[in-house]
Structure formats: structure tokens, C-alpha cells
């Protein structure tokens, strides 16, 4: 009797210790795959309501994958905001489909196949988004549609728990005034003033200033014009005499911009 309590007794304890080496063994397993995931935000492109207003009306996002297995993206985030529905595509393999949590949506997650690459598309168009009934719209509300003139960031959360991210800050305006000197040698010397915002700069390297656009204003009559570029000469001044003002805007290759401090000059 003793021998039978003995041989129960042993043959628990292996089973014990195999079921807690196969627990082990799975625990090893998926921080092992859990490491291998790696996604990089390649690349952002967005298209402006327009019309002077800062909200976006379409994100465009082109992630990568670094890994040898296929990822399940569960949840994508902007600004902390989720996005509720997006349109995706593989690039390799030719897939697309709608993936979220709205009725028209093929799945609620997203494969991303083998060092595959996906362009994900997000409609936030303001005109779109009434509510989560929206079959179209990206976002559960207009007030979490992104802005372009605060930062961006994007959020992606796997199946295993991993979360990749990417922060895009606008750009800063920074803006001097100098004056070249015309004229001379027998004509009147008179001084045009130059508008110079080669000094503005965008933080990070995952985007590029690509555009300068100033608003030069005739702080005597009101009249106000635009003038494009990183330097501007401002050789059109009906009377220098007067007193102006000029603000420069920065907009970066993701569709942030950045205001800068207005000067004045002339008087």
C-alpha cells in the first residue's frame, strides 16, 4: 500500500513538473515572439479641410514591419484618440479591406504580413464624423479629429502586446528683418526690407520645412498681401515711410505648421 501512495505520490509531482516546463516553455515562447516585433511609421501624408480651418481631412500612414512573423495590429491611435475604422492595404501581397469596429469593416484587427509594408488611410473629415454611426468616418467624434498646428502622434498596438509609436512636432518659425541698400551713385539710396526666415527649423528628423509663407501687412492703410519663401524682398512697399508688419508660417512634409512672432518694421 505504502509502494502504491509512493508511486502516486511520484507520478503527480512528474506531471507537476512537466505541465509547469510546457507553462515555462510557452512563457519563453511568446516573449520570444513578443521581442521579434518591431513596426516603423515609414512615412505620413495628410490633406487640409481648408478654408483656414487646422483640422485634417485625410491621414494617409505607411507603416513597415521588421519582423519574420506575421503581426496582428489590434488598435491604432492618434493623439490618444482611437480610431475607430480605416482603410488598409498590403502592399506585397495586394490585400485590402476596412478594418475597425463600424458595420462596413472587413475585420477588427489587422495581419501584417513578414516584412510587409501597409498603407493604412483615415477619413477625419469633420463633414463625416456626426457620431460612431458614421460609416465612414475614422474617428467616434469631430472633436478627436487631429489638428495641424500641435503635435501628431501615432500609437500601434499588436495582438502580443507590443505598442510602436511616432511623434511629429510642428515645425518653429523663426523671423528677422535686415535691409539691402539700393541705389547710389548719383540716385537715392533707399533701403528694402528683407524678410528672413531661413533660421526656422523642425525638430526630430522625421520630417522637412517645405514651405515659408509670410503675411506682410500695412499697419497705416490695413492693406494686407501674402509673399512665399525662406527669404522675401519686399520690393513692392508703396510708401517705405509707413509702418508694417510681417508673420511668417512654416508648414512641414507631414502637414504641421508652426506660427511664428510677429515683427514690424518701416516707420
Request: with cysteine; charged share 10%; aromatic share 10%.
Amino acid at each position: 500500500m505504502l509502494v502504491l501512495i509512493v508511486v502516486a505520490a511520484a507520478t503527480a509531482f512528474s506531471f507537476f513538473v512537466a505541465s509547469y516546463q510546457q507553462q515555462l516553455q510557452n512563457q519563453e515562447n511568446a516573449s520570444h515572439l513578443r521581442n521579434l516585433e518591431a513596426i516603423n511609421v515609414l512615412s505620413v501624408e495628410t490633406t487640409s479641410v481648408g478654408g483656414g480651418s487646422t483640422s485634417f481631412a485625410t491621414m494617409v500612414v505607411t507603416i513597415g514591419s521588421g519582423d519574420v512573423n506575421t503581426m496582428w495590429i489590434t488598435d491604432l491611435l492618434v493623439d490618444k484618440n482611437v480610431v475607430v475604422s480605416y482603410y488598409a492595404q498590403i502592399v506585397q501581397n495586394g490585400w485590402s479591406g476596412y478594418i475597425g469596429v463600424l458595420s462596413g469593416d472587413s475585420n477588427n484587427s489587422l495581419g501584417l504580413p513578414p516584412l510587409d509594408q501597409a498603407v493604412l488611410t483615415l477619413n477625419i473629415s469633420a463633414a463625416d464624423c456626426p457620431g460612431a454611426s458614421s460609416p465612414t468616418c475614422s474617428f467616434f467624434s469631430p472633436s478627436e479629429i487631429p489638428t495641424s498646428n500641435t503635435y501628431l502622434e501615432l500609437q500601434l498596438f499588436t495582438q502580443r502586446g507590443s505598442l510602436f509609436s511616432a511623434v511629429y512636432v510642428p515645425p518653429t518659425a523663426l523671423i528677422s528683418v535686415s535691409y539691402l541698400q539700393q541705389g547710389g551713385g548719383g540716385t537715392p539710396t533707399i533701403e528694402i526690407p528683407v524678410l528672413d526666415g531661413t533660421r526656422s527649423f523642425q525638430a526630430g528628423e522625421n520630417a522637412t520645412i517645405v514651405e515659408w509663407t509670410w503675411t506682410v501687412t500695412n499697419q497705416t492703410t490695413g492693406h494686407t498681401w501674402p509673399a512665399i519663401g525662406a527669404e522675401v524682398q519686399l520690393t513692392n512697399l508703396t510708401d517705405p515711410a509707413d509702418n508694417y508688419s510681417a508673420v511668417l508660417t512654416v508648414y512641414n512634409s507631414i502637414g504641421l505648421f508652426g506660427v511664428g512672432v510677429s515683427v514690424t518694421f518701416g516707420g
